[in-house]
């Protein structure tokens, strides 16, 4: 039986490099899977065995909740142009908030964002690759993000923001809490 990595190659790491999307799957012990496709300027590799994403303000808050209750995180990372290949990271993760003392200066690796509300540390324990001929070719045309999400979440203000995350962002779609206030 093939040995199954357990870090990422050099090759793993800039063909995650040069995706513009990735997929993120958690799951509490009960309840719903969350599964969020993520973009933009959102992730770093900071070394084979772990890698960390800012995670940006959205309508809910379903990661940080199950993290809470179980650190399983898994990632997927798909070409949608070129040869075909996906590679899957799983891991246990955990959540950093802007209150936490990680914060400064896991967030500095990222450019500065409106709406930032957790970094996501995944220490990987299991790299899976299969061809991924299965998924249709696409033609990148851009990110949304930057026209649409980061503005909006500036024109708000971080005050506004706050409000936001009270009202949308404080429970999960099971009625979990997320921990984004520590209150």
């Known amino acids: 039986m093939a040995k199954k990595p357990t870090e990422l190659r050099a090759s793993f790491i800039r063909f995650i490099e040069a995706q513009h999307m990735f997929f993120v799957a958690t799951a509490a012990p009960t309840g719903r899977v969350n599964l969020s496709p993520k973009g933009m300027d959102s992730l770093k590799v900071l070394s084979p065995g772990r890698l960390v994403w800012l995670n940006l303000s959205g309508s809910g808050n379903e990661t940080a909740a199950h993290i809470l209750e179980s650190d399983r995180m898994t990632l997927m990372f798909c070409a949608f142009e070129g040869m075909a290949k996906i590679i899957r990271v799983y891991g246990q993760a955990k959540t950093i908030h802007p209150r936490d003392d990680a914060w400064e200066e896991l967030a500095g690796l990222f450019p500065a964002m409106a709406g930032a509300r957790q970094i ?46 009270r009202r949308k962002n404080q429970t999960s779609v099971d009625g979990r809490p997320t921990g984004i206030f520590d209150d």
Do not use: H, N
């Open 120 to 165: 996501f540390d995944l220490t990987i324990d299991l790299v899976q690759v299969s061809c991924g001929t299965g998924v249709p070719l696409f033609d990148y045309q851009g990110q949304r993000g930057p026209e649409e999400l980061e503005p909006f979440y500036a024109k708000m203000g971080p005050d506004r923001v706050m409000v936001y995350w």
